[in-house]
T-cell receptor, first 114, second 122 residues
Framework: AQSVTQPDIHITVSEGASLELRCNYSYGATPYLFWYVQSPGQGLQLLLKYFSGDTLVQGIKGFEAEFKRSQSSFNLRKPSVHWSDAAEYFCAVGVATSYDKVIFGPGTSLSVIP | GAVVSQHPSWVICKSGTSVKIECRSLDFQATTMFWYRQFPKQSLMLMATSNEGSKATYEQGVEKDKFLINHASLTLSTLTVTSAHPEDSSFYIC??????????????????FGAGSRLTVL
C-alpha cells in the first residue's frame, strides 16, 4: 500500500539557519510527490511538486526538494529560514488510481527561534 | 490562480443535528473533489472522493451514511455530517482537481485546497 513517512514530528531551528525536512514514501510506481504547508487553522498551500524530469525541484518561498529514487525520499530544504516559515509541513504522494487521490504524511511541525 | 472556497469556516452545533459544509471551485470546473478530515496536530485523512454526477467513493472505515457527499455540479460539492456527535468535531478540508480546461492554470494532478471548516459538536 502507498504510504508516506515523515520521521521528524517537530523541528526547531533558529532564524537564518538552514532547514531540511525529511520525507520517505512507499509506492510501487513512479510517484507524484508534493510538499504542502499549513499555517494554524488554515488550509494547505502547495510549496512544490515533482512529477518527472529534473530531480531537484524549486518551489515557492525559497524552498526546494530533491527526489531520490534509490532512497525513496523527497526531502524539503531551505537555505535560510524566516520566522514566518513556522508552520506544519506535509509531504504527500499522488496515487495513480482512477481518481489520482493524494495520501499525506503525518506532518512535521516547524518552530523558528528569533 | 485556482481558488477553492469552503463555507462555513467555523460551525458549532448541538449533538444530534446535521451540518452541511460546502466546497466550491471559484474559477475552474472541478470534476473531482476530495474530502479530508484532520484532528488537532494530526495529518489529513482522506474520507472520500467525490465525482460530479456520480456517487462518492469512501475510504475504508468512513461511514457513508454518516458523512453524505453530494457533487451536484462541476463547481460544488457538499459534505453533510448527519446526526453529529462530539466525536465528529474536527477540521474538514476539501480539495479540488480541475478537468481538461483547468490544466493550464492549476496543472495536472495538482490539488487546490480550501481553507477548511472547523466543526464543533456540543
Amino acid at each position: 500500500a502507498q504510504s508516506v513517512t515523515q520521521p521528524d514530528i517537530h523541528i526547531t531551528v533558529s532564524e537564518g539557519a538552514s532547514l531540511e525536512l525529511r520525507c520517505n514514501y512507499s509506492y510501487g510506481a513512479t510517484p507524484y510527490l508534493f510538499w504542502y504547508v499549513q499555517s494554524p487553522g488554515q488550509g494547505l498551500q502547495l510549496l512544490l511538486k515533482y512529477f518527472s524530469g529534473d530531480t531537484l525541484v524549486q518551489g515557492i518561498k525559497g524552498f526546494e526538494a530533491e527526489f531520490k529514487r534509490s532512497q525513496s525520499s523527497f526531502n524539503l530544504r531551505k537555505p535560510s529560514v524566516h520566522w514566518s516559515d513556522a508552520a506544519e509541513y506535509f509531504c504527500a504522494v499522488g496515487v495513480a488510481t482512477s481518481y489520482d487521490k493524494v495520501i499525506f504524511g503525518p506532518g512535521t511541525s516547524l518552530s523558528v527561534i528569533p | 490562480g485556482a481558488v477553492v472556497s469552503q463555507h462555513p469556516s467555523w460551525v458549532i452545533c448541538k449533538s444530534g443535528t446535521s451540518v452541511k459544509i460546502e466546497c466550491r471551485s471559484l474559477d475552474f470546473q472541478a470534476t473531482t473533489m476530495f474530502w479530508y478530515r484532520q484532528f488537532p496536530k494530526q495529518s489529513l485523512m482522506l474520507m472520500a472522493t467525490s465525482n460530479e454526477g456520480s456517487k462518492a467513493t469512501y475510504e475504508q472505515g468512513v461511514e457513508k451514511d454518516k458523512f453524505l457527499i453530494n457533487h451536484a455540479s462541476l463547481t460544488l460539492s457538499t459534505l453533510t455530517v448527519t446526526s453529529a456527535h462530539p466525536e465528529d468535531s474536527s477540521f474538514y478540508i476539501c480539495s479540488a482537481r480541475g478537468g481538461q480546461g483547468a490544466y493550464r492554470s492549476i496543472g495536472a494532478n495538482v490539488l487546490t485546497f480550501g481553507a477548511g471548516s472547523r466543526l464543533t459538536v456540543l
